[in-house]
């Protein structure tokens, strides 16, 4: 099957396309190299014609509800638009365990995509995950001897778990939410910073903060946990510790 990937360079990206390859699918990598631009939706139906899939997880991390709504508004409704106009079957969609929970900027810039998706003119599948074992890093890599980290409970989950889960959605039919895939568990995220720190032989020191209002008890009270069933993902946060110690070592 002829599959795109928006999104298909980035962190989550980079592993649906291996995992596409892997299973004898052809990966179709939607990108401004090949000429595409989601913002725009240039270039967008002539790269996805023959595309029978399309899966999204394009990115931008935006904290401004009116940035993160445009952005994902904007690719997703473009996606969409090109996909009916090239012919594609399925249309994919990555997104938060309690986006309708959390009213946060950049939560409700996925809300939206999820409105588009779930309402649009595509057969549709739309997978919630949790926070993803990279999530800290980000933060560390900021400027400065001090880290502000949110108080988070979480179940932190693989990305390649994920992109694998994607992939096995892709041949099944659409028109629906599946459950959402969550890791083997729960651990604060302001822990899971400090011992990415560690790993990495980093010394900033990590200040963790509980965001204010609804937001913040939404965010320590389990909001971010799935409710009801789920798909446990097999990869470990002990594991991708063990990556970063030996990418550590490996350049030591």
């Not at 969609?93 to 649009?120: C, F, H, P, T």
């Not at 069933?229 to 991708?240: D, L, M, N, V, Y």
Request: with cysteine.
């Amino acid at each position: 099957m002829r599959v795109a990937v928006a999104g298909g360079t980035g962190a989550v990206g980079r592993h649906v396309v291996r995992e596409l390859e892997r299973s004898g699918h052809d990966a179709v990598v939607l990108s401004r190299g090949a000429g595409v631009d989601l913002m725009t939706g240039d270039g967008l139906v002539e790269r996805l014609k023959g595309c029978e899939a399309i899966i999204d997880v394009s990115n931008q991390m935006l904290l401004s509800k009116k940035a993160a709504v445009r952005f994902f508004g904007t690719v997703t409704t473009n996606l969409l638009d090109a996909g009916v106009r090239a012919g594609a079957g399925h249309f994919l969609a990555l997104s938060i365990v309690g986006v309708d929970k959390v009213d946060a900027g950049y939560y409700m810039g996925k809300r939206r995509q999820e409105e588009l998706v779930s309402g649009g003119p595509l057969p549709w599948t739309i997978l919630r995950a949790t926070q993803f074992h990279e999530f800290a890093e980000p933060l560390l890599d900021a400027r400065g001897p001090f880290v502000v980290v949110p108080k988070m409970l979480c179940r932190p989950v693989a990305t390649a778990d994920v992109a694998r889960r994607l992939v096995e959605l892709v041949g099944r039919p659409g028109g629906r939410y599946v459950p959402p895939i969550a890791g083997p568990r729960e651990l604060w995220m302001q822990d899971m910073a400090k011992q990415i720190a560690e790993a990495r032989g980093d010394r900033k020191i990590l200040i963790p903060v509980r965001l204010p209002g609804r937001v913040g008890k939404a965010m320590t009270g389990g909001a971010l946990l799935p409710q009801g069933p789920f798909t446990e993902a097999s990869g470990t946060f002990e594991e991708h510790l063990a990556e970063l110690r030996a990418r550590r070592s490996a350049v030591a």
